[in-house]
């Protein structure tokens, strides 16, 4: 299951994908995918105890470190996607954020 979201997510997303992953970097996609529940996906090159997909019921649920990467990545607005911003990631679009952990 876990190896057919990821290939679905990478599918859709490639490029951006393979560009982040290519430096070295960990990285979560996060999703809005209604006013209470985002998923989060783990893409990274290790694997740990939260790979794969899951879901949160808000983003207050998510760890501070992405709280504030998709926060900083908000300042941008509706201008997506966003340039990439090293250490942070990028917003893909209205609920889509790549972020390097």
Do not use: C
Request: cysteine-free; glycine content about 8%.
């Amino acid at each position: 299951m876990r190896m057919r979201a990821y290939d679905r997510y990478l599918e859709e997303h490639g490029r951006m994908v393979q560009m982040l992953r290519a430096k070295g970097k960990d990285l979560w996609r996060v999703q809005f995918k209604d006013s209470n529940t985002l998923e989060v996906l783990f893409i990274g090159l290790t694997v740990n105890d939260e790979s794969g997909l899951s879901t949160v019921e808000a983003l207050g649920d998510l760890p501070e470190w992405m709280q504030r990467r998709i926060a900083a990545l908000n300042i941008f607005g509706d201008d997506y996607p966003t340039d990439y911003v090293d250490g942070v990631g990028r917003r893909i679009n209205r609920t889509t954020y790549y972020l390097e952990e």
